[in-house]
């Protein structure tokens, strides 16, 4: 004998569409309404009652009203890749007259008076609520960063504001400092040499004169300042570096 055919009107009628992100309890409602002059029960099944919460799950329906079932899903880790099969079944049957124990009913139902809806479950993320999000956070940021008044530049950036005049003048300071490197490495090379004869005299005990004592303390003191250029060297090295590359 054939079944009969539902009854109540399912608002979704085929699809229940969860949104994520699913790692906080996604609720969607289903809208269950009675057309028929009559009451009707019904009962909402499901193929994974461990991932699902539906309140209510059970009831009778007035004629005439509306009855809305929240489905909530649980937490869990979505796959993309993976397609769900979660299925939902809402089944019916019309109340007998003076119906108290609903269990009963269900129990005392026969077949050919159930009527049946099956819904499928669709995951879906909000790829463009997403973009549309982030699109509008850049628009702020955008502005801000274009009202900020500009300050010094960075090394990235410093190739930009470089004029040709300015290159120039770096690059014949670089010049100018390789050549005070040379001069330093020939003073430290003569330091060296006369730390070693000084040495090698205090060893064989023979006098040094003050003279060389006096230009060993000059040519120390001259380091210092060649020292000083080397680091300036480098450092402006480095940032010519930046600034042309």
Request: charged share 25%.
């Amino acid at each position: 004998m054939a079944r009969l055919e539902q009854v109540l009107i399912l608002d979704p009628p085929v699809e229940l569409k969860f949104k994520g992100p699913f790692t906080d309890v996604v609720t969607t409602n289903l809208k269950l309404k009675n057309p028929a002059d009559k009451k009707v029960c019904f009962k909402v099944k499901t193929t994974a009652p461990r991932r699902y919460c539906v309140r209510p799950n059970s009831g009778i329906i007035d004629p005439g009203t509306t009855v809305t079932v929240s489905v909530m899903l649980q937490p869990f880790d979505y796959d993309p890749n993976e397609k769900s099969k979660h299925k939902f079944m809402v089944q019916t049957v019309y109340a007998p007259p003076g119906v108290g124990d609903m269990e009963a009913v269900w129990k005392d139902a026969k077949p050919e008076d159930l009527m049946d809806s099956k819904l499928r479950c669709v995951f879906e993320l909000p790829v463009d609520n997403e973009k549309s999000n982030d699109l509008e956070a850049s628009k702020p940021a955008a502005i801000t960063n274009a009202s900020k008044p500009e300050g010094p530049a960075m090394p990235k950036s410093a190739s930009v504001s470089l004029d040709d005049t300015e290159v120039r003048k770096l690059m014949e300071e670089c010049k100018r400092l390789q050549v005070e490197l040379v001069k330093m490495t020939d003073e430290n090379r003569q330091l060296r040499d006369d730390g070693l004869r000084l040495r090698k005299a205090a060893q064989s005990g023979n006098p040094v004169s003050s003279t060389s004592h006096v230009s060993l303390r000059e040519n120390g003191s001259n380091a210092l300042p060649s020292l000083l250029v080397v680091i300036a060297a480098i450092f402006i090295g480095f940032f010519l570096g930046k600034f042309i590359l």
